[in-house]
């Protein structure tokens, strides 16, 4: 199963409405991988990978960059 962690931002006045999406995955020869995708809601957004020599590291950087779009604002959302 992927754990997936799915942010929003909404500012109605600058008319802002932006995703912030967070995925682990193994990798074929062990590795994980750190998945991340934003954008606009409603459109395909930029994707990035990072990879990681374990889940714990891939895990630590993704906590890291959830806990910075919270204080910047964005809200989990399910």
Same mark, same amino acid.
């Given at each position: 199963?992927?754990? =997936?962690?799915? $942010?929003? !931002?909404?500012?109605? #006045?600058?008319?802002?409405? %932006? !995703? ?7 990798? $074929?020869?062990? +590795?994980?991988?750190? #998945? %991340?995708?934003?954008?606009? #809601?409603?459109?395909?957004?930029? #994707?990035?990978? +990072?990879?990681? /020599?374990? @889940?714990?590291? /891939? +895990? /630590? /950087?993704? @906590?890291?960059? =959830? ?8 809200? $989990? =959302? %399910?």
């Amino acid at each position: 199963m992927i754990d =997936r962690i799915y $942010l929003e !931002f909404h500012n109605e #006045v600058e008319n802002k409405h %932006r !995703f912030y999406q967070l995925l682990i995955m193994p990798g $074929l020869f062990g +590795d994980w991988s750190l #998945v %991340r995708e934003w954008g606009h #809601v409603g459109s395909p957004g930029t #994707v990035k990978k +990072d990879w990681f /020599a374990s @889940e714990s590291e /891939a +895990d /630590a /950087a993704r @906590e890291k960059i =959830r806990l910075s779009k919270l204080k910047k604002g964005y809200f $989990l =959302r %399910r």
